[in-house]
């Protein structure tokens, strides 16, 4: 295993890119190549963990807008992640989040975050697919919520906000790496080492 300075990534992109596929697979290959532990902060799996946890009002309010297709408000996907981080961070792991900022007051406390636990500059990926094709790979996943109408609205949405989004992260200490995400997964993976200097 080589020695690797703890890496700080996070995923980014339309609902539907791969983002989870390649956040995974950059954890396969870091637990494989290096000697530090990789904490891997999916805020959609963290979110739907929370909702099982309990019948209580945040998480009933909580499933109540995840069952029709709304949009939660901003400090819930950020409570989410941070405690999580304040569970299992410990300083020398790697971290690797998806689907952590759609906005731009959660990219701002996201950043916050890092830099109060010392972790910039830090890399954001962003990867890149067309509307249509994000649309389909999303209604072959075959979940619940993923109806095509409700998909169009997330969708429509994330676009919505994606270029404020990235135009705040210019202005944080980290570097925007753009990774086309139609070829195949293993294209796109080998893409993402290449950027990152692991390959």
């Known amino acids: 295993m080589q020695e690797q300075s703890p890496l700080t990534v996070i995923f980014f992109g339309l609902q539907g890119t791969g983002k989870g596929t390649q956040a995974r697979l950059l954890q396969e ?3 494989t190549n290096t000697k ?4 891997y902060l999916e805020t959609g799996q963290l979110l739907r963990d929370f909702m099982a946890e309990s019948d209580g009002y945040t998480n009933t309010l909580t499933k ?28 020398d792991q790697h971290l690797i989040f998806d689907g952590a900022t759609r ?16 972790r910039t ?20 996943r075959g979940r619940s919520d993923d109806t095509r109408e409700k998909i169009q609205k997330r969708i429509a949405w994330s676009k919505e906000h ?23 997964i293993e294209n796109v993976n080998q893409q993402v080492l290449a950027t990152l200097n692991l390959s």
């Open 29 to 31: 290959y870091l637990d």
């Open 103 to 118: 906005r731009l007051n959660q990219t701002v406390m996201l950043d916050s975050m890092l830099r109060f636990y010392k």
């Open 162 to 184: 994606m270029d404020e989004v990235l135009k705040q992260f210019e202005n944080f200490e980290c570097t925007i790496h753009r990774v086309d995400g139609e070829p195949a």
């Open 36 to 39: 530090a532990e990789t904490i």
């Open 64 to 91: 109540e807008i995840v069952s029709s297709g709304g949009l939660l408000p901003s400090f819930m996907p950020t409570f989410i992640l941070g405690r999580q981080m304040v569970s299992t961070f410990t300083g």
């Open 121 to 140: 500059p830090y890399h954001v990926v962003l990867i890149e697919l067309s509307e249509e094709v994000a649309t389909e790979r999303l209604l072959m």
